[in-house]
């Protein structure tokens, strides 16, 4: 793609970064048909291609408009795109970029503004959000049949072990998984544990900055990374092996630490080392095997949903398949598996209407086989895909510290 970069742009990092990005666009269209929102509603400015021009536009020196913020607002940044693309246009950073551009230029109503400064002031911090759950469920007859549906249901957490052992990783205990999915982490450590690893937790740490970078609040994203960087540090130089995500959403964006800060003399060789520590669980369990579990037999029919983060984000497809498999579950055939559940962080808030024809959809394809469980991998899609199932809805490797005996 030919591009003349207006002068406003032509010499900040991100102008330049996105004009590489845009230069490697070749027009194909292959995006299109892999594109959730393009599928469902039709309009190309409503597809990688569509919104790569918008971005474009903006880059040459044309006014931003409502319209255009309207479209980026639309994107999911599933980024099964990327996955498609022939000519690795690295889009998702492209929409990042274009969304902290218009964010600059192009207001808000007042609407959009206190929904958007309400989700960046609660949901990263666990002591809010949990107060702000812990109140709803309090009022929960009173609350509107639709704020019900989504109010998470109370997890029963398995103490965590105890036990020192000499090999030992870090855990993301992140923000809104720490409050409504707790189980997941618990697990986690309980299965490391069988396999002879200590799972820590570093007190400062939090939330990985993917809500506030997504909602193009960048200096936020960026303090929030760097707490984290400052939280895991010291144990980085005690020599851990891994930084253990368990939450794909979380992990694609502390994955990117060390591109997100390359600029910061500080910290870019700290979030470089972040990034090349940083492991989904399923990467440690791939490794590990799971010859030394003793798994008791499964009989059950389990519809993974795997999330955009995992297969597109950290290019994992496969790979958590392959453990059940091996665990002894059942995997029922799901259609379209590469299409986002809607979930996508705070889109089912800020895009409801869209979130909730893709739901719709996601959880057709996932039932149509009758599985008696529906697991996933990351936090989101979890809590999202639960608002409509029948059946229960959980994160993969509770099933395996479920069937693990040792």
């Known amino acids: 793609m030919q591009t003349n970069i207006s002068n406003k742009y032509r010499t900040t990092s991100a102008g330049r970064e996105a ?4 230069r490697s666009c070749v027009h194909c269209g292959f995006c299109l048909a892999a594109c959730p929102t393009y599928q469902l509603l039709g309009d190309e ?35 099964s795109c990327e996955t498609t693309c022939p000519s690795g246009v690295r889009y998702g950073r492209l929409v990042d970029i274009g969304r902290e551009l218009i964010e600059r230029e192009v207001g808000r109503s007042s609407l959009q503004s206190i929904k958007r400064s ?23 007859p009173l609350l509107p049949a ?3 549906q989504k109010l998470p249901a109370r997890q029963t957490v398995h103490t965590r072990p105890r036990q020192k052992h000499q090999r030992r990783m870090l855990v993301l205990e992140g923000c809104a998984q720490s409050v409504v999915t707790p189980r997941t982490n618990s697990a986690a450590a309980q299965v490391l544990d069988k396999l002879g690893i200590e799972l820590l937790s570093a007190a400062g740490a939090g939330c990985c900055g993917a ?8 200096g936020d994203a960026l303090n929030f990374m760097r707490r984290n960087i400052d939280a895991w540090w010291p144990y980085v130089g005690e020599g851990i092996e891994a930084i253990v995500v368990t939450a794909s959403g979380c992990g694609v964006v502390v994955k990117e630490y060390g591109e997100l800060l390359k600029h910061d003399d500080k910290y870019a060789l700290k979030a470089k080392r972040i990034s090349e520590l940083t492991r989904d669980i399923s990467e440690i369990i791939r490794t590990e095997g799971l010859m030394r579990l003793k798994l008791k037999p499964q009989n059950k029919h389990i519809a993974f949903q795997n ?42 808030i800020l895009q ?6 893709l739901l719709a959809n996601k959880l057709t394809a996932l039932q149509k086989n009758k599985p008696d469980v529906i697991v996933t991998a990351n936090v989101g899609c979890q809590l999202y895909l639960a608002t ?11 099933l395996i510290d479920d069937s693990a005996t040792v």
């Open 118 to 140: 309400l989700l960046r002031s609660i949901v990263p911090f666990p002591k809010r959000f949990s107060a702000m759950i812990g109140a709803m469920r309090l009022i929960r």
């Open 45 to 79: 400015l409503d597809s990688p291609r569509g919104r790569i021009y918008l971005i474009k536009q903006i880059l040459e020196g044309n006014a931003a408009t409502e319209k255009t913020q309207l479209h980026l607002d639309r994107c999911l940044t599933c980024r």
């Open 19 to 22: 004009d590489e990005i845009l």
């Open 388 to 398: 409509g199932a029948g059946q229960p809805v959980k994160h993969w490797i509770e």
């Open 352 to 357: 409801p209407e869209i979130s909730q024809q």
């Open 307 to 348: 999330p955009c983060t995992l297969q597109h984000g950290l290019k994992l497809e496969g790979v958590v398949e392959d453990i059940l498999i091996k665990a002894g579950f059942n995997l029922v055939e799901v259609e379209d598996a590469h299409l986002c559940c809607g979930s996508a962080g705070s889109y089912s």
């Open 146 to 148: 639709p704020v019900r």
């Open 211 to 218: 809500l506030s970078y997504h909602l193009a609040a960048t």
